[in-house]
């Protein structure tokens, strides 16, 4: 990492950034950048970028697979500057400006299940330093409105620091190990495990995923899973397991 990388890897981690508030992906299928969620009131928000546009052009230059990280960090910036962008939708291209900002990443959000209220939905796009608090709360609070059953949404959550997802993990489940941790000369170098504590044992449980679904998120899920605690919807999930 350059200086400037590690200082904008390090405000993601801590659940911050500058930029435009969105979640992203490559778009293999029109080599561009795929808008997987956007922030409630975020500078790509207030410009009316919608998830499922496609960003194929920053600042006039074409995003290429080639160029395509290069094209994100172009996106990102100091706060009250903008950006110029070409978005893809619905097989036409657009000209959008933003005002890039501090984002406050908003990794957890949820609700009560629309056609019956006695589940509830937890949406997790990454797992950042922030993530603990707002899952535990989202939890609490469903759980409080009185859900029996909770869906996990991961579906595009790339994954994150290993420290969030352990945390979510020991709340959700008994004493036992979580994860372990093996170095290049094929040795554990270290266990993480959860303590007794838990969340009410009675709420059934669900995580939903798909090919985007990765790293810490896929820990999560063979957490659960190995635990008995959750049913796993979906398909193959992306198959990272390094770090």
Do not use: W
Request: hydrophobic share 35%; charged share 25%.
């Amino acid at each position: 990492y350059t200086a400037d990388d590690l200082r904008a890897f390090i405000q993601q981690s801590q659940g911050t950034a500058y930029g435009i508030g969105v979640t992203v992906v490559y778009s293999s299928e029109y080599d561009g950048i795929e808008i997987l969620s956007v922030s409630k009131d975020s500078p790509a928000d207030k410009a009316g970028i919608l998830v499922g546009d496609i960003i194929v052009a920053v600042e006039g230059q074409r995003v290429k697979l080639e160029n395509y990280f290069e094209s994100i960090d172009k996106v990102k910036g100091q706060k009250g500057t903008r950006v110029s962008l070409t978005i893809l939708r619905e097989g036409k291209e657009y000209d959008i400006s933003a005002i890039r900002d501090e984002i406050k990443i908003e990794s957890v959000t949820y609700h009560k299940y629309a056609l019956d209220s006695s589940y509830g939905v937890v949406r997790i796009t990454e797992f950042n330093n922030a993530t603990p608090e707002q899952f535990e709360k989202a939890v609490e609070a469903l759980m409080a409105d009185g859900v029996e059953s909770i869906v996990f949404d991961l579906r595009n959550n790339p994954g994150g620091t290993l420290d969030s997802v352990i945390e979510v993990l020991d709340y959700l489940l008994p004493g036992g190990d979580l994860c372990y941790v093996v170095g290049p000369d094929g040795k554990t170098q270290h266990t993480y495990k959860s303590d007794a504590s838990c969340v009410d044992s009675s709420i059934k449980m669900a995580v939903l995923i798909n090919g985007n679904t990765a790293s810490a998120a896929e820990l999560f899920t063979a957490a659960l899973r190995d635990y008995n605690r959750a049913s796993i919807v979906g398909v193959t999930s992306y198959g990272k397991g390094s770090m």
